[in-house]
Nanobody, 115 residues
Framework: QVQLVESGGGLVQPEGSLILSCAASADVFSRYTMGWYRQAPGKQRELVAS???????TYADSVKGRFTISRDNAKNTVYLQMNSLKPEDTAVYYC?????????WGQGTQVTVSS
């Protein structure tokens, strides 16, 4: 069973920073596109950032210039560095691993941006 283990969510003030981490098994990490999605209350889940193995990184327009996705191949971990956070970034953030029609999800981690 594939597991994606997320960590790093929490409460932060506007303009603050957080970093999310997602650890995967080596087999998944080496062959899958890794990404972060988020879902705010009453809204659909949306892609935040995606980092394929060979293709360019993709960001949602709403986070470009503020968020950075990266992957550490030695640790089988993908990160989401979030800077200049806004209240509208408040959501549950999910780690995702995707390859063709197969995908796996983490359990989600809450990020709340509030003063």
């Amino acid at each position: 069973q594939v597991q994606l283990v997320e960590s790093g969510g929490g409460l932060v003030q506007p303009e603050g920073s957080l970093i999310l981490s997602c650890a995967a098994s080596a087999d998944v990490f080496s062959r899958y596109t890794m990404g972060w999605y988020r879902q705010a209350p009453g809204k659909q889940r949306e892609l935040v950032a995606s980092i394929p193995i060979y293709l360019p990184i993709t960001y949602a327009d709403s986070v470009k210039g503020r968020f950075t996705i990266s992957r550490d191949n030695a640790k089988n971990t993908v990160y989401l560095q979030m800077n200049s956070l806004k209240p509208e970034d408040t959501a549950v953030y999910y780690c995702n691993a995707r390859r063709s029609s197969t995908e796996y999800w983490g359990q989600g981690t809450q990020v709340t941006v509030s003063s």
